[in-house]
């Protein structure tokens, strides 16, 4: 048994960072950049006014006051979109709208609201302002030729603003895993089938693709496929041939008919490891095909039980499809704490996630430990919505202990 740090480390230290493509600006949200980009054009692209107003020559205004005001001619409308026909000179000024280019002459904007009509359709202004005043100048964001985003660098929406606003219609990205899942057991039947005497429901197979799909890497899914080596050995290096990683449920544990680790060993891949000080979960297996010139392949034996392969899925193998996908390290993440309503027993060589309603109490948390828990208690995970981390080293929580949690999305 190793420790759930330590696997973590040989996760990442096997886990290659994949290889790039390029796809639409649009689709490029949560990916992360293979190359610096820089600015084709500084942003603004022309000065332009950031207020409604009246575009006007602060040098007009010098003398403005609320007892002697200053009436200036306006000569025209400039409406975002469209360009000023003239130039403002002294005396003068424009009507301008939020984003309309500064017309030539005019050095400042003032909003609308600090202003009155005056007398003949002019308009009247009660004090001075500043040159430059409301003004967005062309370049005062972003220079042209700047680096825009760094390599590595995880796309967000205001990243995705930025570029679209270069006119950056494809960015070369990390490419997305891909990852086969398949469900073994000979109990098994499809969820959308009746089981008959003895047997249940896949329950994996939606759970694990359906976190999959939320995380936004492409899944397949392999079905089930039946306790028996030659069929697991068939499907699975088919799989093998098109997947980066395989994600396989059940057998990985001392039954009579686990052949998990046996057909992947068959298959070529390097057992890196097998069990983990976790509950649930320490039958987890890792293993790697490692051939020169290709980035390995991962291959996870998560364990059949549906609470155990779920978390193991969202402890170990997520961390491993963002090592690929080139992030910086940042799941899974217990930066939450909250004080244990209540004791709870737990394996001292072991670290426990615990399933927990989570609630807000005296400025912090309150961790209600559900009980019973089990890794087949599918009623009572769907009734957590957090869930915490019990160190290894203790042999249980106690009443007022500060945990570290998460919540259970
Ligand atoms: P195993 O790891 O194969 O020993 O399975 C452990 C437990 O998890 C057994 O009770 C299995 O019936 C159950 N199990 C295995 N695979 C699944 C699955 N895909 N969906 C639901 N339960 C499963
Ligand atoms: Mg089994």
Redesign the pocket.
């Given at each position: 048994m190793i420790s759930p740090d330590e696997a973590l480390q040989l996760i990442d230290d096997l886990a290659p960072v994949l290889g790039a493509e390029t796809i639409p600006l649009f689709r490029s949200v949560d990916r992360v950049l293979a190359a610096d980009i820089r600015a084709r054009t500084a942003l603004p692209l022309f000065d332009n006014s950031a207020m409604d107003g009246f575009a006007l020559r602060a040098a007009d205004l010098k003398d403005a006051t609320p007892q002697n005001p200053v009436e200036l001619t306006v000569l025209e409308t400039v409406r975002a979109g469209a360009t000023a026909r003239l130039e403002v000179k002294p005396g003068e000024a424009a009507r301008i709208m939020t984003g309309a280019p500064l017309p030539r002459g005019a050095d400042s904007v003032v909003m609308v609201e600090a202003t009155e009509a005056g007398a003949d359709g002019k308009v009247r202004l009660a004090g001075a302002t500043r040159a430059r005043s409301h003004v967005r100048e062309r370049g005062e964001d972003v220079a042209e030729g700047s680096v825009l985003l760094e390599k590595g660098a995880l796309l967000r929406p205001y990243d995705v603003a930025l570029l679209a606003a270069q006119g950056i219609v494809e960015v070369p990205v990390i490419r997305l895993p891909r990852v086969a899942v398949l469900?073994?057991?000979d109990?098994?039947v499809d969820h959308r089938e009746e089981p008959g005497e003895g047997r249940?429901?896949?329950?994996?197979?939606p759970a694990l693709l359906a976190a999959l799909s939320r995380w936004g890497v492409p899944a397949e899914d392999l079905g089930?496929a039946p306790d028996e080596p030659a069929a697991l050995r068939a499907v699975l290096s088919a799989a093998l041939a098109r997947a980066d990683v395989l994600v396989v449920?059940?057998?990985?544990?001392v039954?009579d008919f686990?052949c998990t680790k046996s057909v992947f060993a068959d298959l070529g891949l390097r057992e890196v490891f097998w069990k983990v000080a976790i509950k649930p979960g320490k039958?987890l297996y890792f293993g790697a095909l490692e051939a020169p010139g290709a980035p390995a392949k991962l291959a996870f034996g998560l364990?059949?039980?549906?609470i155990a392969?779920l978390v193991c899925l969202e402890e170990f193998v997520r961390p491993a499809l963002e090592k690929l996908q080139g992030y910086a390290p940042k799941h899974p993440s217990y930066h939450l704490s909250g004080a244990a309503d209540n004791d709870y027993p737990k394996p001292a060589d072991r670290r426990q996630y615990l399933f927990c309603r989570a609630r807000p109490s005296a400025g912090g948390y309150a961790l209600e430990i559900i009980r019973p828990q089990g890794s087949?208690m599918l009623g009572m995970a769907s009734r957590a919505n957090a869930l915490a981390l019990a160190p290894a080293g203790a042999d249980r929580v106690r009443r007022g202990d500060v945990l570290g949690f998460r919540w259970l999305k």
């Amino acid at each position: 048994m190793i420790s759930p740090d330590e696997a973590l480390q040989l996760i990442d230290d096997l886990a290659p960072v994949l290889g790039a493509e390029t796809i639409p600006l649009f689709r490029s949200v949560d990916r992360v950049l293979a190359a610096d980009i820089r600015a084709r054009t500084a942003l603004p692209l022309f000065d332009n006014s950031a207020m409604d107003g009246f575009a006007l020559r602060a040098a007009d205004l010098k003398d403005a006051t609320p007892q002697n005001p200053v009436e200036l001619t306006v000569l025209e409308t400039v409406r975002a979109g469209a360009t000023a026909r003239l130039e403002v000179k002294p005396g003068e000024a424009a009507r301008i709208m939020t984003g309309a280019p500064l017309p030539r002459g005019a050095d400042s904007v003032v909003m609308v609201e600090a202003t009155e009509a005056g007398a003949d359709g002019k308009v009247r202004l009660a004090g001075a302002t500043r040159a430059r005043s409301h003004v967005r100048e062309r370049g005062e964001d972003v220079a042209e030729g700047s680096v825009l985003l760094e390599k590595g660098a995880l796309l967000r929406p205001y990243d995705v603003a930025l570029l679209a606003a270069q006119g950056i219609v494809e960015v070369p990205v990390i490419r997305l895993p891909r990852v086969a899942v398949l469900a073994t057991g000979d109990e098994l039947v499809d969820h959308r089938e009746e089981p008959g005497e003895g047997r249940i429901r896949n329950s994996n197979g939606p759970a694990l693709l359906a976190a999959l799909s939320r995380w936004g890497v492409p899944a397949e899914d392999l079905g089930i496929a039946p306790d028996e080596p030659a069929a697991l050995r068939a499907v699975l290096s088919a799989a093998l041939a098109r997947a980066d990683v395989l994600v396989v449920t059940g057998g990985v544990s001392v039954g009579d008919f686990d052949c998990t680790k046996s057909v992947f060993a068959d298959l070529g891949l390097r057992e890196v490891f097998w069990k983990v000080a976790i509950k649930p979960g320490k039958p987890l297996y890792f293993g790697a095909l490692e051939a020169p010139g290709a980035p390995a392949k991962l291959a996870f034996g998560l364990p059949g039980n549906p609470i155990a392969a779920l978390v193991c899925l969202e402890e170990f193998v997520r961390p491993a499809l963002e090592k690929l996908q080139g992030y910086a390290p940042k799941h899974p993440s217990y930066h939450l704490s909250g004080a244990a309503d209540n004791d709870y027993p737990k394996p001292a060589d072991r670290r426990q996630y615990l399933f927990c309603r989570a609630r807000p109490s005296a400025g912090g948390y309150a961790l209600e430990i559900i009980r019973p828990q089990g890794s087949a208690m599918l009623g009572m995970a769907s009734r957590a919505n957090a869930l915490a981390l019990a160190p290894a080293g203790a042999d249980r929580v106690r009443r007022g202990d500060v945990l570290g949690f998460r919540w259970l999305k």
